[in-house]
């Protein structure tokens, strides 16, 4: 896991659709379990996306919660 990618979850928001706004961190497991399902988008923001299905996925999304603090300082 690259700690930039795992950065980017806690600082970049959704550019589109349902949860345009949110940050992919706070993206529901069902939105992205439907990601995983009907195919990711091309690029940065789809291997985002899938990453962070994979942290949800596997309950290993407390990891991102240091992260949350640092990035509300910067």
């Known amino acids: ?3 930039v990618d795992l950065q980017k979850l806690v ?3 959704m550019p589109f659709g349902r949860y345009k706004g949110r940050l992919l ?4 497991g069902n939105y992205l379990n439907w990601f995983a399902r ?10 985002l ?11 290993l999304s407390g ?3 240091p992260l949350r ?4 300082h910067d």
């Open 63 to 65: 990891l991102l919660h």
């Open 1 to 3: 896991m690259n700690p």
């Open 38 to 47: 009907e195919g990711f988008p091309p690029g940065e923001l789809g291997r």
């Open 25 to 28: 961190a706070d993206l529901p």
């Open 49 to 59: 996306l899938h990453l962070m299905q994979e942290i949800d996925h596997n309950g």
């Open 11 to 13: 600082s970049m928001t």
């Open 69 to 72: 603090q640092t990035s509300t």
